[in-house]
């Protein structure tokens, strides 16, 4: 039994081999298919991962834990003249072991009048570290942000927002001049880059203005300005006593931001009698982020699998005129005594090595898109400069990225599409009248 097995299977691959042409059309569709489906799915998580890269950029993997005046604090305004709030600077340690967390920026900020000569700004003072430019996605446009060594050494310098850059010098250079804050000057060493304003975050934070900001070191800030900020209003003088405004916290990974939150409001529960605090999930960017991947790999897997079954349509339609070709081949083989279930096999047989045959090649010829896909960008680049500009980012900077669970799916979902559709045609094979195909011309 099993040698006559083999000998089917032998008779069926042969038979390919008498067609080469249309066996090779066959195994065509079937490695289009598979190579679609591979190419596909590593374009959309090239293009998935830059979105969900650009989306991280904008603080999904961010917790913000902010300075807030409880509410008891706030009744009766009439009567407060002092108040005391917020994160302390101890507090910093405690949060740092959490071990979901990567790294923190502190901030410090306040309003204060500065002045430059006759001119006043109303500024945003924004104590700082290095790190806050790159969070913020602040540009340099003239000499540079505020470095580590200005931090260490409480420097006194400051780097101005484009529109205080302007009322302050509208017509000289302002690298090298001196503001004044409190009647302490601040030398200039930067000015940035116009920078719009960004939406709060689902809600639940104001959206952020940077047209008044004035960017000074954190330790100078605590040296030469200090916790204590008092307001003069109508006659009536008012203070408050922060020692940080703001710390963002960059967790590892998406999925550990909601966890870490809830560990950072455990951790300040612990360390502060009031509700002086607030902890702020990027939820809206978070989900974003979660849809976004699935969404590219859905549609660009429905677009494959389409392909796919079109692959084997043909197969179908190529073994159904097979079939008919060799009407009289299989009333011959009946005659010499085999039987249906042998014509079943043998033309099984042949649309199996059809579909393994393109499925291999197709395999192939997936590995090669991530660089045939970065070729032609680097080509419509340096030929079409204008029309790749006018691409959204995630498509100039995409790079494909073969899924590997891409690979058995589609050899298998490949094998599976030519055995349904090869089922048909052996059937209809092996049901013929042996009398009536010996009779076929």
Same mark, same amino acid.
């Given at each position: 039994m099993m040698i006559f097995q083999?000998?089917?299977?032998?008779?069926?691959?042969?038979?390919?081999?008498?067609?080469?042409?249309?066996?090779?059309?066959?195994?065509?569709?079937?490695?289009?298919?598979?190579?679609?489906?591979?190419?596909?799915?590593?374009?959309?998580?090239?293009?998935?991962?830059?979105?969900?890269?650009?989306?991280?950029?904008?603080?999904?993997?961010?917790?913000?834990?902010?300075?807030?005046?409880?509410?008891?604090e706030n009744s009766g305004d009439s009567e407060i003249l002092f108040v005391k709030y917020g994160i302390k600077r101890d507090d910093v340690e405690a949060l740092l072991q959490i071990e979901s967390v990567k790294d923190h920026i502190l901030i410090r900020e306040t309003k204060r009048e500065a002045h430059y000569?006759?001119?006043?700004?109303?500024?945003?003072?924004?104590?700082?570290?290095?790190?806050?430019r790159e969070m913020m996605k602040l540009e340099v446009n003239r000499g540079e942000f505020i470095s580590d060594i200005h931090v260490s050494q409480r420097s006194n310098v400051c780097a101005l927002s484009s529109e205080v850059a302007n009322r302050f010098f509208p017509a000289e250079n302002p690298l090298g001049k001196a503001i004044r804050i409190r009647d302490?000057?601040?030398?200039?060493?930067?000015?940035?880059?116009?920078?719009?304003?960004?939406?709060? +975050? $689902?809600?639940?934070? #104001?959206?952020?203005?940077?047209?008044? /900001? !004035?960017?000074?070191?954190?330790? &100078?800030?605590?040296?030469?300005?200090?916790?204590?900020?008092?307001?003069?209003?109508?006659?009536?003088?008012?203070?408050?006593e922060v020692q940080l405004s703001q710390i963002t916290f960059q967790v590892e990974s998406i999925d550990e931001v909601v966890s870490t939150a809830e560990a950072i409001e455990r951790t300040m529960d612990k360390l502060?009698?009031?509700?002086?605090?607030?902890?702020?999930?990027?939820?809206?960017?978070?989900?974003?982020?979660r849809t976004t991947r699935l969404m590219f790999m859905v549609f660009m897997g429905l677009i494959a699998a389409v392909t796919l079954v079109v692959g084997g349509i043909g197969i179908m339609n190529i073994m159904l005129a097979?079939?008919?070709?060799?009407?009289?081949? +299989? $009333?011959?083989?009946? #005659?010499?005594?085999?039987?249906?279930? /042998? !014509?079943?096999?043998?033309?099984? &047989?042949?649309?199996?090595?059809?579909s393994v045959g393109g499925g291999l090649t197709g395999i192939v010829g997936g590995l090669f898109?991530?660089?045939f896909i970065n070729y032609v960008r680097e080509w419509l680049s340096k030929e079409f400069p204008d029309m790749m500009a006018t691409l959204p980012s995630a498509v100039q900077n995409v790079t494909p990225t073969i899924v590997p669970w891409s690979i058995p799916l589609a050899f298998g979902i490949s094998v599976i599409v030519g055995v349904i559709?090869?089922?048909?045609?052996?059937?209809?094979?092996?049901?013929?009248?042996?009398i009536e195909a010996l009779r076929h011309e």
């Open positions: 083999l000998r089917t299977w032998r008779v069926g691959i042969n038979s390919l081999f008498l067609h080469p042409l249309r066996s090779l059309l066959t195994i065509l569709g079937i490695f289009v298919g598979v190579a679609s489906v591979i190419w596909l799915l590593a374009i959309s998580e090239g293009i998935s991962l830059e979105a969900q890269r650009q989306i991280e950029e904008l603080g999904a993997r961010n917790v913000i834990l902010r300075s807030i005046l409880p509410v008891d000569g006759a001119v006043t700004v109303e500024g945003h003072i924004v104590a700082c570290t290095p790190e806050y302490i000057p601040y030398v200039v060493i930067g000015v940035m880059e116009p920078r719009t304003a960004m939406a709060g +975050i $689902g809600s639940s934070l #104001a959206a952020q203005d940077f047209t008044s /900001d !004035i960017y000074i070191p954190l330790k &100078t800030f605590w040296q030469r300005i200090g916790d204590v900020v008092l307001f003069q209003t109508a006659g009536s003088r008012t203070g408050e502060h009698k009031t509700k002086d605090y607030a902890v702020v999930v990027p939820l809206e960017l978070l989900e974003q982020a097979t079939v008919t070709e060799r009407t009289r081949e +299989i $009333g011959i083989r009946r #005659a010499l005594g085999a039987k249906q279930n /042998d !014509i079943t096999r043998q033309f099984l &047989t042949e649309t199996v090595v059809l898109c991530p660089t559709f090869g089922i048909y045609p052996a059937i209809r094979a092996a049901k013929m009248d042996p």
